[in-house]
């Protein structure tokens, strides 16, 4: 897999990915299916606004992917509830929220987000606020939507993407009202994040009762 527009060394990392996830995944998917998969993820990335960081995201995002079909294919099994966040461009609010659910989940949920729209890069306002809180946003980057995500998950939460986020049958949904950030200075956006912090932190208390956020 080497798309003629990236560059030598930017494909030479997107495969020692590919080698990883051959590794990790092998006996549950093909050679043939992780490598499409890691060639959709390029082509779904390719925008993003930091091209060095393409590679990791690549290999991030289809590595949820490939979870995720392995969980609704019933070759994966999950142990924990598998929480959704959507928006629009999955830069603002449901990146907030799964670093945030991530962090206090302690491994007792498995978090994901995507946008309706994915943006090119996080909301720098939410990215300083996560910072002060001590929280790597790094990890997070804007990612579409796919059918295997959706399907995978317990609880899809969607924050103003209205009719632009599908509805899955089946699935239980949240509709957190929430401004969009975008465009908003640090402290205009720090009640946001924070109110985001709050729903977190039930929603954990509800699906891990026995959950404490710290």
């Known amino acids: 897999m080497k798309p003629e527009y990236l560059d030598p060394a930017t494909r030479r990392r997107i495969q020692h990915e590919l080698d990883q996830l051959r590794a990790e995944f092998d006996g549950t998917f093909s050679a043939e299916t992780i490598e499409r998969y890691i060639a959709e993820s390029v082509d779904d990335l390719s925008g993003a606004r930091v091209q060095r960081y393409l590679p990791l995201f690549v290999g991030r995002f289809a590595r949820d992917r490939l979870r995720a079909l392995g969980q609704v294919q019933g070759v994966i099994m999950k142990d924990v509830p598998v929480v959704l966040f959507l928006c629009i461009h999955n830069s603002g609010r449901s990146a907030a929220a799964r670093v945030l659910l991530d962090h206090y989940g302690q491994g007792r949920v498995e978090v994901r987000s995507a946008g309706s729209e994915p943006?090119?890069?996080?909301?720098?306002?939410?990215?300083?606020?996560?910072?002060?809180?001590?929280?790597?946003?790094?990890?997070?980057?804007?990612?579409?939507?796919?059918?295997?995500?959706?399907?995978?998950?317990?609880?899809?939460?969607?924050?103003?993407?209205?009719?632009?986020?599908?509805?899955?049958?089946?699935?239980?949904?949240?509709?957190w009202e929430l401004p969009d950030p975008a465009g908003k200075t640090v402290e205009e956006v720090r009640p946001i994040v924070d109110d985001i912090d709050r729903r977190v932190r039930g929603l954990l208390s509800e699906l891990v009762p026995d959950a404490v956020a710290n």
Request: proline fraction near 9%; glycine fraction near 8%; aromatic fraction near 6%.
């Open 119 to 175: 943006g090119d890069q996080l909301n720098p306002s939410v990215v300083a606020i996560l910072n002060e809180r001590g929280l790597d946003a790094t990890k997070e980057f804007p990612k579409p939507l796919t059918d295997e995500i959706a399907r995978a998950a317990d609880v899809i939460v969607t924050m103003g993407c209205g009719d632009a986020c599908p509805v899955y049958p089946g699935k239980r949904y949240l509709d």
